[in-house]
């Protein structure tokens, strides 16, 4: 409990307060409580989604890796954002 307490109030303090969805685990809504925050569960349909998103983001980032590999210590993160920040301006 202490740590998604720690988490949100990072959040909360960073980003304002905004709904929270989770996928039920008994801890969030009560943080959620605690911080007055809108907490809403997510269906097994909406899990799925956001799922195979992630893994569609995850391997072809990994794709992104196999063809443009970064050499330098601890540049790889901000290769891929500024390569994902390039999509997101071909695709508008």
């Known amino acids: 409990m202490f740590v998604v307490e720690r988490f949100l109030s990072n959040i909360v303090r960073n980003h304002g307060t905004h709904p929270v969805s989770t996928d039920g685990c008994t801890w969030y809504p009560m943080a959620c409580r605690f911080f007055g925050l809108d907490h809403h569960l997510h269906s097994s349909f909406e899990k799925s989604i956001n ?23 601890n540049y790889y993160l901000k290769n891929v954002k500024q390569w994902s920040s390039c999509l997101y301006v071909f695709q508008s």
């Not at 995850?58 to 992104?64: A, G, I, Y």
């Open 51 to 73: 799922e195979r998103t992630m893994q569609y983001i995850k391997d072809r980032t990994e794709s992104f890796d196999d063809y443009f590999p970064c050499r330098k210590k």
